[in-house]
Every structure is written in structure tokens, then in C-alpha cells.
């Protein structure tokens, strides 16, 4: 991912959410943010799919780093995210598979 002027390796493993910012996304890691020049859409063909869910028009997280969710609210890193309407169906049932498998 390129960070301003560096290149920086994003491990997929280390992301816990991505906020999209028009033409920018913010990287949610444990310790820090990256703020990178690229599309929401991009990112979305490019993460795996089996652990990346989009849960907003402006977020998409990774299922494994979910702390709780409490109604339509996903909280990751002390972060409440709200499960849009357009995207609970689909977050939901997900969720409901990695609970049976």
C-alpha cells in the first residue's frame, strides 16, 4: 500500500477494518492507521472474501477480528461500527456460517 510518499506491505492478517473516505481509504490495524490513495471497489476485489465482509458503504471488515456485535452494531478495536441497512442480510448470514462451520 502506498502512505504518502512510502510504500508500506499491509499483511492481510494485521487488518481489522477499512474505512472508506472517497478516494482514500484508512487501514484499521491494532497499532496504527494507514491512510492510502485507493478505491473502496479496488480493495474489495482484491481482499479474500472468506474473511472480509463490507457492512456499510463506508466500512469493511475482517470477520476474524470481530469483538462483539451487538444488534446492528459490530464492535472492533473499542470502534462500534453500524451494519447498514443494504448489507445486514448478507453480513448475517455469514456470520451464522462461521458459527455452524
Not at 7 to 24: P, R
Not at 48 to 61: A, G, Q, T, V
Not at 63 to 90: A, C, P, S, W, Y
Request: hydrophobic share 45%; with cysteine.
Amino acid at each position: 500500500m502506498k502512505n504518502g510518499h512510502v510504500v508500506e506491505k499491509v499483511m492481510l492478517g494485521d487488518i481489522y477494518f477499512i474505512e472508506g473516505m472517497k478516494d482514500y481509504v484508512r487501514i484499521w490495524k491494532k497499532e496504527e492507521k494507514i491512510m492510502t490513495l485507493l478505491t473502496f471497489n479496488r480493495l474489495l476485489d482484491i481482499l479474500p472474501e472468506d474473511n472480509f465482509c463490507r457492512i456499510h458503504k463506508s466500512y469493511i471488515i475482517a470477520l476474524d477480528k470481530i469483538d462483539m456485535i451487538e444488534r446492528n452494531i459490530v464492535h472492533i478495536l473499542n470502534e462500534g461500527l453500524t451494519v447498514g441497512k443494504k448489507f445486514q442480510k448478507e453480513f448475517f448470514r455469514r456470520i451464522e456460517l462461521r458459527r455452524i462451520n
